[in-house]
């Protein structure tokens, strides 16, 4: 059993939100598969109204280290993402289109060529880097063992990163398994200050997944289109 003081703190980096961040990414990363949903919501501005939310649903699959599905409902339609270690595969129910792309040979990898080519999210991503941890103190002025918060009635370890433009929030749970329960984004560079929150549920870990749900066929009528870079 870990026990945490809330005061350990070295330097600007809190040594007990260090131990917690690492052990959610050694939970994650032993996973040989695992599936979730994820809520997520996201201030736009718009010129007349202010900071307008929208919401999204995602439902995600995964089985290391190179298959993903994402089916996500929300402001943007109802839209699925299929990659099977070879191809990513992009279609949009709404609207009956689909697009396919070559992609590298791992889920992390894949991720990062997509978003830095075409500039797609895959949300709360961040979560599957094995260098979550190390990402965030790179990136961060000083990260905070905050202390134990409930998130819809589970019991969670709340830890803060910050730096002069944004600050991340991260809520894990307080069990065995250490999973991400929330996350929230706030951005101080931009005015009004927006926010990102995304919210965990319904974890599966190890599930067995068929290899064949990672494929994509276009149904019939389908509109290929071609992805264009950013």
């Excluded at 339609?77 to 992009?90: C, D, K």
């Excluded at 961060?140 to 433009?165: L, M, R, T, W, Y």
Aim: proline share 4%.
């Amino acid at each position: 059993m870990l026990t945490f003081n809330l005061y350990a703190q070295v330097s600007r980096f809190d040594t007990t939100a260090i131990l917690i961040l690492d052990k959610m990414s050694g939970v994650i990363g032993d996973l040989s598969s695992c599936n979730y949903t994820l809520n997520t919501s996201n201030d736009q501005i718009d010129v007349k109204l202010g900071l307008v939310k929208q919401f999204t649903t995602h439902r995600v699959y995964m089985v290391g280290p190179d298959k993903m599905l994402v089916d996500s409902r929300g402001e943007k339609g109802h839209r699925g993402f299929w990659y099977n270690g070879e191809m990513l595969a992009y279609y949009s129910y709404s609207e009956n289109n689909y697009a396919i792309i070559d992609a590298p040979a791992n889920i992390i990898a894949t991720i990062d060529t997509v978003n830095k080519t075409y500039g797609i999210d895959f949300p709360a991503a961040d979560f599957f880097y094995p260098s979550f941890t190390d990402d965030l103190i790179e990136n961060n002025d000083e990260i905070i063992f905050v202390g134990k918060s409930s998130v819809d009635e589970k019991e969670c370890f709340h830890i803060i990163a910050k730096n002069s433009v944004m600050s991340t929030q991260v809520w894990i749970s307080d069990d065995a398994l250490f999973l991400p329960v929330k996350m929230v984004i706030i951005y101080y560079d931009v005015s009004p200050n927006q926010q990102y929150e995304a919210t965990f549920s319904n974890w599966q870990l190890n599930p067995s997944l068929p290899n064949a749900m990672f494929e994509f066929t276009p149904p019939a009528g389908a509109n290929k289109l071609k992805l264009i870079a950013k």
